[in-house]
């Protein structure tokens, strides 16, 4: 079965500082794995996605994710934090099963202070 | 086509009524998902249909739950005798063919059982 855990309920971070949001997998196939966001009510935008092609995936908005086999692990990174960056983050992973549906994470709330 | 449109966007109903809700999904897109999504948490897998066949439930989703997609167009999604546990965000997405490719949510629909 798989299950994805964001290790961090809420981060908080300032303008202009790097932001790190965790995430490890757990997947009995090759996963594919997401990384969407929400701003308050607003949809689930995609930033970016991972499907066993390079390691280092780069999205939108400055983001980018590693996915670390070894460490079961697709971070979520940025190098300088916007106050729009504020808002809700999931991890999201799902195998390359057909139809087979996305399992969410709980989510991690990014605070961006000035 | 600007996306993935879900009808109405709030919906306030008191207990034991019937709700309907409406998906109408990218056009090219042959996959459509349904998910419900409660305060602070990451969205859960109800069903999913590929074209008007429906090939995966939820144990999510109880006999007071039905979805359709009777031309393998737009959805709905309709929840009998509803009950204060009901209340969520019911969150419509499609793909295309190929996960690799992601899914496009709608904004969802708010349901408020009084």
């Known amino acids: 079965a798989q299950s994805v855990t964001q290790l961090d309920s809420h981060v908080s971070v300032s303008e202009g500082t790097p932001v790190l949001l965790r995430c490890n997998y757990s997947s009995s196939y090759s996963p594919s794995l997401f990384w969407y966001v929400q701003h308050p009510n607003k949809g689930l935008q995609l930033l970016l996605k991972y499907t066993s092609a390079a390691t280092l995936v780069k999205g939108i908005n400055g983001f980018e994710a590693e996915f670390k086999k070894s460490e079961t692990s697709f971070h979520l990174t940025k190098p300088s934090a916007h106050m729009s960056d504020a808002a809700e983050y999931f991890c999201?992973?799902?195998?390359?099963?057909?139809?087979?549906?996305?399992?969410f994470g709980k989510g991690t709330t990014l605070s961006v202070s000035s | 086509d600007t996306g993935v449109s879900q009808d109405p966007r709030h919906k306030i109903t008191k207990r034991g009524q019937n709700v309907t809700f409406r998906c109408d999904p990218i056009?090219?897109?042959?996959?459509l998902y349904w998910y419900r999504q409660t305060l602070g948490q990451g969205p859960e897998f109800l069903t999913y249909f590929q074209n008007e066949a429906q090939l995966e439930k939820s144990r999510l989703l109880s006999d007071r739950f039905s979805a359709e997609r009777p031309k393998g167009s737009f959805s709905t999604l309709e929840i009998q005798r509803t009950e204060q546990g009901d209340s969520a965000m019911y969150l419509c997405?499609?793909?295309?063919?190929?996960?690799?490719?992601?899914?496009?949510f709608g904004s969802g629909t708010r349901l408020t059982v009084v």
């Open positions: 997405a499609s793909s295309p063919k190929g996960l690799g490719d992601g899914y496009t």
């Open positions: 056009s090219e897109h042959n996959r």
């Open positions: 999201v992973v799902s195998d390359h099963q057909a139809g087979t549906a996305l399992i």
